[in-house]
């Protein structure tokens, strides 16, 4: 018997197609008015950073994430009970955040653990 799981709330959704190539400006401009955004030019953020070890990927989360809420690393430290060194440490890829902490960092700036991780 199967347990049940918690499924991820989604608010996006991306949507692929297959049909003329002649319509594709037409479908894109129809897309656009229903509040529908063009990423067929986008990179996954993993991929932008190439030379990048897990560590510094997950320090870059995390800054990015902090500077979108306005918090500085103080302000973060003290949402979290985590120390400001630490934060610090972890955003510049030299300590592993570790899946507690990603937790912690996720309920305090309104995002998904797993970004951290």
Same mark, same amino acid.
């Given at each position: ?13 991306? &949507? ?6 002649? @319509? ?9 008015? &229903?509040?529908? /955004?063009? !990423? ?13 070890? @897990?560590?510094?990927? /997950? ?9 979108? %809420? ?5 302000? &973060?430290? !003290? ?9 610090? %440490? ?5 300590? !592993?955040?570790?899946?507690? @902490? /990603?937790?912690?960092?996720? %309920?305090?700036?309104? !995002? ?6």
């Amino acid at each position: 018997m199967q347990g049940h799981t918690k499924k991820r709330h989604t608010e996006n959704i991306e &949507l692929r197609f297959i049909g003329p190539i002649v @319509n594709r400006a037409m479908a894109v401009e129809k897309l656009k008015s &229903l509040g529908f /955004a063009n !990423t067929s030019d986008a990179v996954p953020w993993r991929e932008a950073y190439p030379d990048s070890t @897990n560590e510094q990927l /997950a320090g870059k989360a995390l800054a990015g994430m902090r500077y979108r %809420e306005g918090l500085t690393q103080m302000q &973060l430290a !003290t949402k979290t009970g985590i120390p400001q060194r630490h934060i610090s %440490e972890m955003e510049n890829g030299k300590r !592993t955040i570790g899946k507690k @902490n /990603a937790k912690l960092f996720a %309920e305090a700036l309104k !995002t998904d653990y797993r970004v951290f991780l």
